[in-house]
């Protein structure tokens, strides 16, 4: 198992496109995270997933943003029509977890993303 | 709602000194507190956690953490740093409902 992993590594892209990417997490989590983090701030919850059902979705999600776990594997996050304020590192994670329970959670790499 | 204060953006301190990075958290009801670690150019790293049971949490690379509930701190500490200890720290908060909340972050250095 090499870790959770997220494709493309950097997106630059213009204002107005739409731009989707993708995580793997490891094989045996079932839950998966998406997070957003910019220069000087930690993390910033997305939405996360267990398994293929999406369980949360933080406010700071726009409509303009949406997430898929399609039978539970592999996820993407897709951003419509991108605005400068996107730009941002994209981060995703997965853990094992049960009912009630916190339980570490695993990073890829993360999208570097940036809108031009 | 919850949060995590991290009051240090940055913290200096000499190799193989003890070396300290304070939390604080506020959450209702038991909280579930994680530290992880960035590197440059590398992902977010799990360093360790506490759920319940003793106060003190060890972790990797000789890391440790102090739970402390009538002060709702998690400091992050170790008794001789070294310079590839040099990274970004990020102590995090959950209430049971799954989503982790982080700190903004302490930039931590050590000077050789």
């Known amino acids: 198992d090499t870790g959770v992993s997220q494709d493309p590594r950097h997106k630059i892209t213009k204002r107005g496109q739409n731009v989707t990417f993708r995580c793997d997490p490891i094989s045996e989590h079932n839950r998966l995270y998406w997070y957003r983090q910019t220069l000087g701030q930690g993390p910033e919850f997305l939405t996360y997933?267990?398994?293929?059902?999406?369980?949360?979705k933080s406010r700071l999600l726009s409509d303009r943003f949406s997430a898929e776990r399609p039978k539970g594997s592999f996820s993407t996050l897709e951003i419509q029509r991108t605005e400068q304020g996107d730009s941002a590192m994209y981060l995703c994670?997965?853990?094992?977890?049960?009912?009630?329970?916190?339980?570490?959670?695993?990073f890829g790499p993360g999208t570097r993303l940036t809108v031009t | 709602a919850q949060s995590v204060a991290q009051p240090e953006d940055q913290v200096n301190v000499a190799e193989g000194n003890p070396l300290t990075v304070k939390c604080t958290y506020s959450v209702s009801g038991n909280p579930y507190l994680f530290w992880y670690v960035q590197y440059p150019n590398r992902g977010l790293q799990f360093l360790l956690k506490?759920?319940?049971?003793?106060?003190l949490v060890k972790g990797s690379y000789g890391f440790e953490a102090e739970f402390n509930k009538s002060q709702t701190s998690f400091h992050l500490k170790k008794p001789s740093a070294l310079v590839s200890d040099s990274a970004l720290y990020f102590c995090a908060v959950s209430n049971r409902d799954d989503k982790i909340i982080f700190g903004k972050g302490t930039r931590l250095h050590i000077l050789p």
């Open positions: 997933f267990q398994n293929e059902a999406q369980l949360e």
């Open positions: 994670a997965s853990s094992y977890g049960l009912a009630g329970g916190s339980y570490e959670q695993y």
């Open positions: 506490y759920i319940t049971g003793d106060n």
